[in-house]
């Protein structure tokens, strides 16, 4: 892979272009990554509305059919359904890890087998959440475990 970098004071605003013959593992993860760096997610914190980029956000819930996303010191609250984040960050680096869950797999720290086939994942602020049977495998995959 080539990379090129210029420096153009002239240019108001950065523009990314990538030329590939194929596209394989590698460049997939490129350009998820490169589109979580300008996407922000709205969400409601004590009566005001916040946007917050996606490379910050640890994990989605749904909580009573609300739904919630946290950044490592804070929560924030969306309109937004859990089944439209799921489309939405289909080639990104976030993944379900259950029913109610959608995860960050960027700011996984570490993971540990749990009972009755489970996985328990740690994130980078220490909190735990769990990966259910119904999505092990898909997380592992994208984990490279």
Same mark, same amino acid.
């Not at 997610?41 to 409601?44: A, E, I, K, N």
């Given at each position: ?9 002239? @240019? ?12 394989d ?6 350009? $998820? +990554? ?5 996407n922000r997610?709205?969400?409601?914190l004590n009566g005001?509305?916040? +946007?917050? #980029?996606l490379s910050?956000?640890?994990?989605f819930?749904?909580?009573?059919? #609300?739904?919630? +996303?946290?950044?490592a010191n804070? $929560? +924030?609250e969306?309109k ?16 379900r890890?259950?029913?109610?869950v959608?995860v ?20 980078i602020?220490?909190?735990?959440? @769990?990966?259910s049977?119904q999505y092990?495998?898909?997380v592992?995959e994208?984990?490279?475990?």
């Open positions: 892979m080539k990379l090129n970098i210029k420096h153009d004071p002239n @240019i108001s605003e950065t523009e990314i272009t990538v030329n590939y013959g194929f596209l593992e590698e460049l997939e993860e490129i350009l $998820a +990554f490169l589109s979580l760096a300008d997610m709205t969400g409601s005001e509305t916040h +946007f917050v #980029r910050d956000i640890l994990y819930e749904s909580v009573d059919r #609300r739904c919630f +996303f946290y950044t804070k $929560a +924030f969306t937004i359904k859990m089944y439209e984040l799921e489309a939405k960050l289909a080639h990104t680096p976030f993944s890890i259950s029913k109610s959608i960050n797999l960027k700011m996984v720290k570490s993971i540990s087998n749990e009972k009755y086939s489970r996985l328990c994942a740690t994130l602020n220490g909190e735990k959440v @769990i990966v049977r092990l495998n898909c592992r994208k984990l490279g475990v």
